[in-house]
């Protein structure tokens, strides 16, 4: 039964895997937007564009030239945010501390269809960018530098990416970054205490009330979470517990590619656009220990709050105090579900 309370009235939800909290104002979903629009692109890209670094056969910008890819495309990236032959130091001078980060960045291409987004893919060619997803997981794993992988993806001119052709960014380095130490301090609290994922017995509440639930299938829930902070963010997570995406059958990988396809899809119905989002797998760390305690799961940050054109801004009150949403998590959920 909805609890009428969360719809109605401020209230504070709590995120089972960071330890923060989201400000919840249901009643501030009804004021005038007098605020800023965003131009939303309705230009048609063209399949192949002469023009674009990532598209087959085009030279990028350090003179390598692309070869005629079909499917996944994977390289390293030429503008790399981390080093892997950054040398080892550290800053220890009264309150100034700082450590040498090493890392190895990658760019995958989704598909060599310049025009195409995930959510205009085939099921069966997101499979092969999650095959694509374990091969390189595994790789960057392997190397005794790298502790922890984030796939991850920003689509859309409005999240800051640079170009729009169909693709996604790994990160590798040799600690974890703060929102994956987060999470895991908390799983490994909870696994420690009830030996059990903290995320398989979150989704069997979810699955039993179904207020959250957009979408599922044998293997994965979507939901919107809970604790949700952007206006329409999404989770995707297998149903049984799986460290890293490496344990995914390969029937299980086509259900995980099938629940980005509906998501995605439906995202695009919602306000009749190209949706923008960053989205992000988190995972099991790569250091050698057996993470008994994780849960992978994927996260959708989407920043369209009423329209195509109205973005959600994290201002104010978000950036010195905490996060804060008008829209609840169920309302979000219904507006989705509705569109399948």
């Not at 005794?144 to 991850?152: A, K, L, P, T």
């Not at 990160?171 to 703060?178: F, I, V, Y």
Request: net charge negative.
């Amino acid at each position: 039964m909805e609890n009428t309370n969360l719809q109605d009235y401020s209230h504070k939800r709590y995120n089972i895997l960071t330890g923060e909290w989201v400000l919840v104002s249901p009643h501030r979903a009804k004021r005038p937007w007098q605020g800023q629009n965003e131009e939303i692109s309705t230009e048609k890209r063209p399949s192949y564009d002469e023009n674009c670094y990532l598209c087959p056969t085009n030279t990028r910008i350090n003179g390598e030239v692309n070869p005629d890819y079909k499917d996944v495309f994977v390289f390293t990236n030429d503008f790399a945010a981390l080093q892997k032959d950054s040398p080892t130091f550290s800053v220890n001078d009264g309150l100034f501390k700082a450590e040498s980060e090493k890392g190895i960045c990658k760019v995958i291409c989704f598909s060599p269809d310049h025009s195409k987004s995930l959510a205009e893919m085939e099921v069966e060619d997101i499979k092969k960018i999650v095959h694509v997803w374990q091969e390189e997981y595994a790789t960057l794993g392997e190397n005794e530098m790298i502790n922890y992988v984030q796939i991850f993806e920003n689509k859309g001119a409005v999240m800051g990416c640079s170009n729009p052709h169909p693709h996604g960014q790994i990160w590798s380095q040799s600690t974890l970054p703060n929102e994956v130490d987060k999470k895991d301090r908390h799983q490994k609290e909870y696994f420690n205490k009830n030996n059990t994922s903290l995320l398989a017995d979150y989704l069997l509440q979810e699955l039993e009330a179904k207020e959250r639930i957009i979408f599922e299938n044998d293997d994965f829930v979507v939901l919107t979470p809970f604790w949700a902070v952007w206006p329409f963010e999404v989770m995707i997570a297998p149903k049984k517990a799986k460290k890293n995406i490496l344990e995914l059958s390969d029937t299980e990988a086509r259900n995980y590619a099938k629940a980005i396809s509906v998501i995605t899809s439906t995202y695009d119905k919602l306000f009749n656009t190209s949706f923008p989002y960053s989205s992000g797998i988190h995972q099991a760390p790569t250091n050698g220990e057996e993470n008994e305690h994780w849960h992978f799961h994927m996260s959708f940050y989407p920043p369209l709050l009423r329209s195509a054109t109205v973005k959600k801004f994290m201002v104010g009150y978000e950036m010195f105090g905490t996060p804060q949403r008008d829209i609840t998590a169920e309302i979000a959920a219904k507006r989705l579900r509705d569109l399948l």
